[in-house]
């Protein structure tokens, strides 16, 4: 469904990946990968908030490093659960590239509307997109040092605390 509402001039994307251009995950990797009942990577996902589109490129980076199954941002908490052992460490080198990227109608935007994630100023695409304004890596370790982590290993509400983290700030990195 398409929204009358307007589009931003600005949007944000968060990635892994240094590149040219913007495309959808499923573009590179061929198999499908779905986040709740409405997300999936078939949609290249960009939001007009720069902090989100950190907290959402730091969520798939994390994802395609790690065995991570649970990944949320609560106010300044990150809660991750992993099938595996991840340490304060491999959190502060995980690779983050922010996106800045001319919103334009010819790019195929549309407003997300995603009542599972609870993110209004979401959008997505299935297009490639090449209107990249500005591309930067994120300091990653300088940019937790505002959250509080806590990682768990196991899954869902049965997990077990693996590391509880204080704000990350009183750690060096």
Known sequence: MQSSEALPGILYHGSRFKQNELQPGYNHSRKLVKWDQ?????F???TSVKDTAIELGFA???EKL???????????EILIECTSELKLKDLAIVPVYLYKIDCKDSDGW????NEHNGIATEYKTHNCVRSILLCEKVDIALWLKSY???VRRGAGETGAALESLEPVKRFSW
């Open 44 to 46: 290249l996902y960009a």
């Open 38 to 42: 409405t997300e999936n990577n078939t």
């Open 66 to 76: 790690f065995d991570v199954t649970y990944f949320k941002v609560e106010g300044k």
């Open 60 to 62: 798939s980076s994390l």
């Open 148 to 150: 509080r982590v806590v």
């Open 110 to 113: 549309k407003k997300n509307n």
